[in-house]
């Protein structure tokens, strides 16, 4: 089966512009996160969404960061206005309804804010 | 708050020799524990978790909550083990929800 897909895989902008992740998760899965890992450091969850509900955003600084899954399929992660913290690798990542404790994750996009 | 916690960032040893990955965690419910791994130009993926008490690639984790600990070990280690190592935490209910990680361990098998 096709895994999580993102893009783009790399970013690189200026701080005070915007930037915006895709994301594609595995056919069928319902449950889809967005992770924000920094280097050096383990992911950190901004995001979770069910279907096209928001679950969990308690840790999404949600003034530049926005998300969403309109649809309950794909996802978008928006940063707006991005401040040179925001320099990390954005983690998309999707589970099945069975809840077995498993997140198939994609390979990232890598964002350097200048 | 739960929290994760991974002393090492760096562990070297060399080939065959027995590893054991440390973790520790805070958590005032019941956790549910998970290791994953990272290896060079690959995804995160799942290694195991502490409710299937099983052995994935010769790597073994038991829950101690009198320690709140779930080290990893494996008796003799080989250089494909070489990768990063997450433990990770989840939220109440269990599953994969809201799963909070450790800042990782990279192991280095050496040859």
């Known amino acids: 089966e096709a895994g999580v897909a993102q893009s783009p895989r790399y970013k690189i902008i200026e701080k005070r512009q915007s930037v915006a992740f895709w994301c594609n998760p595995i056919s069928g899965h319902a449950t889809l996160y967005w992770y924000q890992q920094i280097l050096g450091q383990g992911p950190k969850l901004l995001i979770q969404f069910q279907n096209n509900g928001v679950v969990d955003d308690s840790q999404l600084p949600k003034d530049r960061f926005s998300a969403e899954r309109l649809k309950g399929v794909d996802s978008t992660l928006k940063i707006q206005p991005a401040k040179l913290e925001d320099s990390a690798v954005y983690l998309c990542?999707?589970?099945?309804?069975?809840?077995?404790?498993?997140?198939?994750f994609g390979e990232g996009s890598r964002l350097t804010v200048l | 708050a739960q929290r994760v916690t991974q002393p090492e960032k760096l562990l070297s040893v060399f080939k065959g020799a027995p590893v054991e990955l440390k973790c520790n965690y805070s958590?005032?419910?019941?956790?549910?524990l998970f290791w994953y791994v990272q290896y060079s130009r690959q995804r995160l993926q799942l290694l195991l978790r502490h409710i299937s008490r099983e052995s994935i690639k010769g790597f073994t984790a038991d829950l101690n909550k009198g320690e709140t600990s779930f080290h990893l070990k494996k008796p003799f280690a080989q250089e494909e083990d070489s990768a990063m190592y997450y433990c990770?935490?989840?939220?109440?209910?269990?599953?994969?929800?809201?799963?909070?990680f450790g800042k990782g361990t990279h192991l280095i098998i050496q040859p």
């Open positions: 958590y005032s419910g019941s956790p549910e």
């Open positions: 990770a935490l989840a939220d109440s209910g269990g599953g994969a929800d809201g799963l909070t």
């Open positions: 990542a999707s589970s099945s309804n069975r809840n077995t404790g498993e997140l198939f």
